[in-house]
């Protein structure tokens, strides 16, 4: 299995053709499917995610900012999923508008950010 150097967001699922299904139904689209047997979890760099989905990026997942911790020029977005889970996303001020607090948002994923993997 690829591995990342640091930190990365573990969801477990399954392949569903071009799809990537999480156990609690969000969906992404993978750039490398595996077999579909093979694989059982996404693994995403939370460098990968952007708070504003643009439309060169390969999912984009409804969630609720639920906390902004800034740490100088970095900030730690903290964000609900639809279902439930809070994930963290690195994010520099100057380069996205900071959300706030409560605001609806769709996180983007950079495809060279993910791996499928049978953990």
Do not use: Y
């Not at 996404?42 to 902004?68: E, H, M, Q, Y």
């Not at 996180?107 to 499928?116: A, E, L």
Request: a neutral charge; hydrophobic letters at 40%.
């Amino acid at each position: 299995m690829p591995e990342f150097i640091g930190q990365s967001i573990w969801f477990p699922g399954h392949l569903k053709g071009a799809q990537f299904v999480t156990d609690d139904g969000l969906a992404f689209a993978v750039n490398a499917p595996g077999e579909a047997g093979a694989v059982n979890g996404l693994s995403i760099r939370p460098n990968t995610f952007i708070c504003r989905g643009g439309r060169n990026d390969v999912s984009r997942i409804p969630a609720t900012v639920v906390n902004v911790e800034f740490f100088g020029a970095e900030l730690i977005v903290s964000c609900r999923l639809d279902g439930g889970r809070v994930i963290r996303i690195p994010i520099r001020s100057d380069d996205e508008a900071v959300p706030g607090r409560g605001c609806p948002c769709r996180i983007g994923s950079r495809p060279t950010g993910q791996v499928v993997a049978d953990d």
